[in-house]
């Protein structure tokens, strides 16, 4: 069975850092790109960071480039989202999703496998 476990949320002051993982069990990541999204109260989830299968090409939302970093390691089938520089406006619920094959993207709907989601509160 295909399960991914996130973690790594929480509250944190603007300007703070976390560091989310995504842990997957069932399949191997190896052959799965991954994106990272977001849903804050209210709103559409979007798209924050993918990455390829082989880790080798990432690609971010505008408004969160420069202050995120999206990392793979499938010998660990792990994936990573770390989160600098933080915003009250990144509040959210943050997901991570799986989709077979070499390259992800920002768009939920081409996402197949989805985590449960770990909340990101940015707030003084």
């Known amino acids: 069975q295909l399960k991914f476990v996130e973690s790594g949320g929480g509250l944190v002051q603007p300007g703070g850092s976390l560091r989310l993982s995504c842990a997957a069990s069932g399949f191997s990541l190896t052959y799965y790109a991954i994106g990272w999204f977001r849903q804050a109260p209210g709103k559409e989830r979007e798209g924050v960071s993918c990455?390829?299968?082989?880790?080798?090409?990432?690609n971010y939302a505008d408004s969160v480039k420069g202050r995120f970093t999206i990392s793979k390691d499938n010998a660990k089938n792990v994936v990573y989202l770390q989160l600098n520089s933080l915003k009250p406006e990144d509040t959210a619920v943050y997901y991570c999703a799986a989709v077979l094959g070499p390259y992800g993207t920002l768009n939920k709907g081409d996402y197949d496998y989805w985590g449960q989601g770990t909340q990101v509160t940015v707030s003084s």
């Open positions: 990455i390829s299968s082989n880790g080798g090409r990432t």
